[in-house]
């Protein structure tokens, strides 16, 4: 009896399980998916830190009128010490100084007091304004680095594609996986 032709089972059983092009279309389905993720994650990343500069700039600016405040302050100290050495100077003479010297030195005292108030509110909303620069420059960093992470997992896609290899495509999955779940933790902190 004459043998009969051997036929490889395996690959035939492979074929029809799984049609030719399937791994080509959900890796393009995979990577379609994370291109779109990464965009949204580069938008945030974007918002982040435009909105930290934002800040940055908004604490730069309150800096500079708690500054201008303080040069305020002291031009009143100085007004207030002329006055005072303009009184000393009455009493030195041995007479009685005007009370207007009186007034202007206690004047230059409660405006004082105004300015400081004003000055160091300036300085908590600097302080304020900073800080949240800050944490907004963090979750930029957590934004940039899941926009990383996916993009290299595009890359991955596109040379499982190239090579049809089964392995890379999982370790792009992965990779994408990891870029879409520091993603997550971030927009959710």
Same mark, same amino acid.
């Given at each position: 009896?004459?043998?009969? #032709?051997?036929?490889? %089972?395996?690959?035939? /059983?492979?074929?029809?399980?799984? #049609?030719? !092009?399937?791994?080509?279309?959900?890796?393009?389905?995979?990577? @379609?998916?994370?291109?779109?993720?990464? +965009?949204?994650?580069?938008?945030?990343? !974007?918002?982040?830190?435009?909105?930290?500069?934002?800040? =940055? %700039?908004?604490?730069?600016?309150? /800096?500079?009128?708690?500054?201008? /405040?303080?040069?305020?302050?002291?031009?009143?100290?100085? =007004?207030?010490?002329?006055?005072?050495?303009?009184? @000393? @100077?009455?009493?030195?003479?041995?007479?009685?100084?005007? #009370?207007?010297? %009186?007034?202007?030195?206690?004047?230059? !005292?409660?405006?004082?007091?105004?300015?400081?108030?004003?000055?160091?509110?300036?300085?908590?909303?600097?302080?304020?304004?900073?800080?949240?620069?800050?944490?907004?420059?963090? /979750?930029?960093?957590?934004?940039?680095?899941?926009? +990383?992470?996916?993009?290299?997992?595009?890359?991955?896609? +596109?040379?499982? +594609? *190239? %090579?049809?290899?089964?392995?890379?495509?999982?370790?792009?999955?992965?990779?994408?996986?990891?870029?879409? !779940?520091?993603?997550?933790?971030? *927009? *959710?902190?």
């Amino acid at each position: 009896m004459p043998e009969e #032709p051997e036929f490889e %089972t395996d690959r035939l /059983q492979e074929s029809i399980e799984r #049609p030719p !092009g399937a791994l080509l279309r959900n890796i393009a389905l995979t990577t @379609a998916v994370l291109a779109a993720l990464g +965009a949204i994650a580069a938008l945030r990343a !974007g918002g982040t830190v435009n909105e930290a500069l934002v800040m =940055k %700039t908004e604490a730069a600016r309150l /800096q500079s009128e708690a500054s201008d /405040q303080w040069a305020y302050y002291q031009a009143k100290g100085i =007004k207030a010490n002329v006055e005072e050495a303009s009184r @000393a @100077a009455w009493i030195a003479a041995g007479k009685t100084p005007p #009370p207007e010297l %009186t007034k202007a030195i206690e004047r230059y !005292g409660t405006e004082q007091k105004e300015i400081e108030r004003a000055a160091r509110e300036k300085e908590r909303e600097r302080d304020e304004k900073s800080t949240e620069a800050d944490r907004l420059l963090e /979750q930029h960093r957590r934004f940039a680095d899941s926009v +990383a992470l996916i993009q290299v997992a595009i890359a991955l896609g +596109a040379v499982a +594609a *190239l %090579t049809r290899q089964h392995l890379v495509w999982i370790a792009s999955g992965l990779l994408g996986s990891a870029g879409a !779940g520091l993603f997550a933790l971030t *927009l *959710l902190r």
